[in-house]
């Protein structure tokens, strides 16, 4: 059934102020899907309800719960693969070679669900392990939604969303079992941390070496989108790098960064291009 | 096109392993245990080999044995496909000589993940 279309302004409207996240045609038609568990939870009896409940502001958890179930939060272990190997031949041993001094890393995963996508940074250092031996590797992962959040920092995985992307030896390597799932070993999650924040919230002094913010971007409004850009931007250090989903670009969104012109898929702050490739001259 | 030897018991899991394995395509061949797993293989050995576990007759593991002590080492490609879901069983099963591990249940894109990692997909 399609929601009415008064129903889904509602909800698009809300959607858009919290995340800037649009509402989009092939999104409205999973939303009565989406919202069912939140009816069914509140024992709200028809989504017309929960609108009206939505637009009295009768709770104000209602609303971030209707958000959270809006949100698209797929995701899994080293997500298109061809990303995290660029990540591990070209554009870590770069920075490994541009901090030698410092040998501190900081790398942010923006819109980082559930945490797949951080612990798949993990995992590359874990499998570098002499390279990295003496660093300070630090990971952060955030996103706007608390309940992804929650279950990021547990790192607890069904079967199923392991062995979505892991090989067994990777699963067995770098999980504990437990009676109804897996989670994430204690060295990893050593490496990562996670906290509940919008990506369009202005970011503070913290500066990153590398961002990630993947599949994320995609359902933004143009200005939302370039919003989040000089976000981004605002903490990418200058000889940094920023990596976006399979099909995502820079490309006519923003002037603050523009493509590395060696590593496929890898942007630069549009100041300075590259540098830690010249420098390191491999 | 690769060939995949899918073995188990049930027969509606060799259905639904068959379907997924054909959009993979996949030429697919199917046997109900471990003995006919061997002498299909015995017969025309197939590039990947999906394995259930627990099948009368021969288990998976012992078929696994079998074929990886019978010259085959690296060839096929096995990787199982099974209930049973704990570390211990999937030590097991990789120091046999499988390649890859399928916790049931599973869809299309577990299959396919794993039949890329193991180099057939
Ligand atoms: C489709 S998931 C992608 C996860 C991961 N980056 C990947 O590529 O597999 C998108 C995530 O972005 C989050 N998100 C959406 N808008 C956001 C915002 N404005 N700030 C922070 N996170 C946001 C969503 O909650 C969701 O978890
Ligand atoms: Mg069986």
């Known amino acids: 059934m399609q929601v009415s279309d008064s129903s889904s302004r509602v909800l698009a409207a809300l959607l858009q102020s919290r995340t800037g996240q649009q509402l989009t045609m092939s999104r409205r038609w999973r939303i009565e899907t989406a919202l069912s568990s939140v009816l069914r939870e509140r024992n709200i009896p028809t989504l017309d309800r929960l609108i009206s409940m939505l637009i009295a502001k009768e709770d104000p958890f209602l609303a971030d719960e209707v958000v959270e179930a809006l949100l698209n939060n797929e995701t899994y272990f080293f997500r298109d693969r061809t990303p995290f190997d660029v990540l591990a031949r070209d554009v870590l041993p770069q920075l490994a070679h541009a901090r030698r001094d410092q040998r501190r890393l900081r790398i942010w995963s923006a819109g980082c669900s559930t945490g797949q996508e951080a612990y798949s940074l993990a995992m590359l250092f874990d499998e570098d392990r002499e390279r990295w031996k003496d660093w300070k590797i630090e990971i952060l992962g955030s996103d706007v939604s608390q309940k992804v959040i929650d279950k990021a920092r547990a790192g607890r995985y069904t079967q199923f969303e392991v062995q979505r992307g892991l090989a067994i030896r990777q699963t067995i390597r770098w999980f504990e079992e437990e009676e109804d799932g897996w989670t994430v070993a204690p060295h990893l999650k050593s490496m990562v941390r996670f906290e509940t924040r919008n990506l369009l919230d202005p970011q503070g002094a913290r500066q990153f070496d590398l961002v990630l913010c993947r599949n994320v971007l995609l359902y933004l409004c143009k200005d939302k989108r370039r919003q989040a850009f000089d976000r981004l931007a605002s903490v990418i250090a200058s000889d940094g790098a920023l990596l976006l989903g399979a099909g995502e670009t820079v490309i006519g969104q923003t002037e603050a960064f523009a493509a590395d012109r060696d590593i496929r898929g890898i942007y630069r702050p549009a100041a300075l291009q590259a540098p830690a490739r010249r420098a390191t001259g491999t | ?121």
């Open chain 2, 1 to 121: 096109m690769k060939r995949c030897l899918i073995v188990d018991d049930s027969k509606v899991i060799r259905k639904v392993a068959r379907h997924i394995l054909e959009t993979l395509q996949f030429q697919v061949e199917e046997a109900g245990d471990g003995r006919e797993a061997m002498s299909r293989c015995e017969e025309d050995m197939p590039d990947v080999v999906l394995l259930d576990w627990n099948m009368p007759v021969m288990s998976g593991m012992e078929f696994l044995q079998l074929l990886r002590q019978s010259g085959h080492a690296d060839q096929p490609k096995v990787v199982f496909c099974t209930t049973e879901n704990d570390m211990a069983h999937i030590r097991a099963a990789l120091d046999a000589g499988a390649d890859e591990y399928v916790m049931k249940p599973f869809d299309r894109e577990t299959l396919q993940v794993k039949l890329q990692l193991v180099g057939v997909a």
